[in-house]
DNA sequence: AGAGGTTACGGGCAGCGTAAGGATC
DNA sequence: GATCCTTACGCTGCCCGTAACCTCT
């Protein structure tokens, strides 16, 4: 008799056309994906995929079979979602993070994870933004905290916090009292996210103009970096103050008031259209909440630094 | 993640309200089916079973779960009955056959199964009508090819073949040319089917008349013992002709003409509603294929018999 | 006391991962 | 030759069955 795990298997070897693709997704080797197609073909009494080709395909009464799989796999999850207790989330769960969710709310989040689904383990990778939709894309990952909505079919995303991007060097640096101008700006390093990353693309636009002197920007990426190169004065950083927010108390980086504009990057929880995206949705929602206090929290606490209050330091961070 | 194993396991505990039946159905040991529960229970997070009271119970959000569970049982089954291989059948069906049906067709039957079905096992088992009925009832026979139609709800039945019952005797016995009356034959011993059957009722009930004298019935629930002792000339036997066709052949026995009106034994195949009835359905549907032909080739031949033609003895019977 | 469910434990085998072997572009 | 699937093989861990224990009527 059929299970279930071969038959999702099987769609998802159906719907990625490979079977090297399914057993990433499914968190297995390739040959365990071989056998389980093996075994349904067998019980089912007749080949199910086209192996020639390029990519796997069903035959005509695998497509047959692929559309009832999909209905059971669809039931099972209705099923789980609607009658299971949460808590009874189990299994890895493998969530790409892009670096400053590490820097900011990451472990929070962790933290209330472990909480909320004490039988769920997290798998997480730190990667830019655009590795990590490529990851998503390919089903390495369930779940992305990354910047921006990738856009592309059957992407899922909801946003979870804005982060403005300033200016912070460190005190060694001498500024006037009034906002800096770009072109004071410029002739100093500027240190920043990675190449291909939307930051860098920002700030390597705002610093490409005619009439500034050609800027020497260090892209790393690696925040932690950015931020030792910083806090050695080395440059100016162009990053969310949300991430040296300790750096920031402690006075070793300030944030540079500019005439620049400010902008922001906006991260969103995104995973992909499946079967079963009660994980990818539960911890999205997590992260929601995390996002959402931690930020605020966050922000008042900027604002406090910024204006000298340290009264209340942690209020709202719980 | 649930797998289909465990929920079929849930679906027969809660259908028959016991944690032993379930296993005797699902050919397993009581406590793997505790197993199964068990680790069902654990990924759902909640207890789906009352046990406290002599029936097992769904809890109400059992009761959710199950609905869930009768419908993906449902779903694999409708997805095996459309698109798989008929000969990938597999497994292991428990076959309840009436001897009667030993001593006819049932060879013949085994044989083409064996064909149309190669990965399929019987386990048969030989008894009375009546017990056949119960162990049905009971879920530990899969299919039973039994008299007359088990009416009892969610009993499927369909009809197999109507064999006349007839008075047979050793030629020792001699009779006269003209029909024998019934008087005569109840000076007899009269060797039948076991207590508690159809036939040995409906012989009961002939003799059983104030006019008679009160006949010696030997009843036995082995059909062998029965031949055997008619050919030892102990008596009549009241059977179908069909299973000593051997004997009439060989004229070891004969059938006596009587002045007694004729009557039939019918046999059905029957099997219990369930979610997956592909197994028993297509094992009816052979017999009833076998069971046609064999009737046809039987009659035949006890009519070449009897008119002494021995000639194209086995025309019919492939 | 007996029926039915749970717990404990040992053994068998399914299914996994590693690694080598084809096939197809 | 690179990529992808299959086959081979040893091993682990799951699940089953046996048996003892527990709990109700």
Redesign the pocket.
């Known amino acids: 008799m059929p299970d279930l ?1 071969s038959l999702e298997t099987f769609f998802w070897v159906a719907t990625l056309g ?3 693709g399914a057993a990433l997704k499914l968190n ?5 994906v ?6 349904l073909e067998r019980e089912f009494g007749f080949k199910l995929l086209h ?4 990519v ?1 395909t069903p035959t005509p009464r695998g497509r047959a079979a692929l559309g009832y799989a999909e209905k059971l796999l669809g039931l099972r999850s209705e099923m789980l979602a609607r009658v299971a207790e949460p808590s009874s989330l189990t299994g890895v769960v493998r969530l790409g993070v892009a670096e400053t969710i590490v820097h900011t709310w990451l472990t929070p989040f962790i933290r209330r994870v472990d909480r909320t689904y004490p039988n769920l383990a997290l798998e997480i990778e730190v990667d830019i933004s655009p590795n990590l939709r490529d990851r998503l894309l390919a089903q390495e990952i369930d779940l992305a905290f990354l910047i921006g909505p990738p856009s592309a079919p059957s992407v899922h995303s909801r946003p979870l916090c804005n982060y403005p991007v300033t200016f912070i060097a460190s005190p060694r640096i001498k500024w006037p009292r009034t906002p800096v101008p770009i072109e004071d700006l410029a002739r100093h390093p500027i240190i920043t996210f990675a190449r291909n990353t939307q930051p860098y693309v920002a700030v390597r636009s705002l610093f490409n103009r005619p009439d500034l002197p050609s800027v020497r920007l260090h892209a790393s990426a690696s925040l932690a970096t950015v931020i030792h190169m910083a806090l050695d004065g080395l440059g100016i950083a162009v990053i969310p103050p949300a991430i040296v927010g300790r750096e920031l108390d402690q006075r070793k980086l300030c944030i540079i008031e500019t005439t620049v504009p400010p902008w922001d990057i906006a991260f969103v929880a995104s995973w992909l259209a499946a079967p079963d995206t009660r994980a990818a949705e539960s911890l999205a929602q997590i992260a929601i909440a995390i996002a959402g206090e931690d930020g605020a929290g966050r922000l008042e606490r900027i604002a406090n630094r910024q204006s000298r209050r340290r009264s209340q330091f942690k209020a709202g961070s719980r």
Request: zero cysteines.
């Open positions: 795990k490979s079977f090297r297995t080797t390739q040959p365990a071989s056998q389980r197609i093996a075994l192996r020639e080709k390029r796997a």
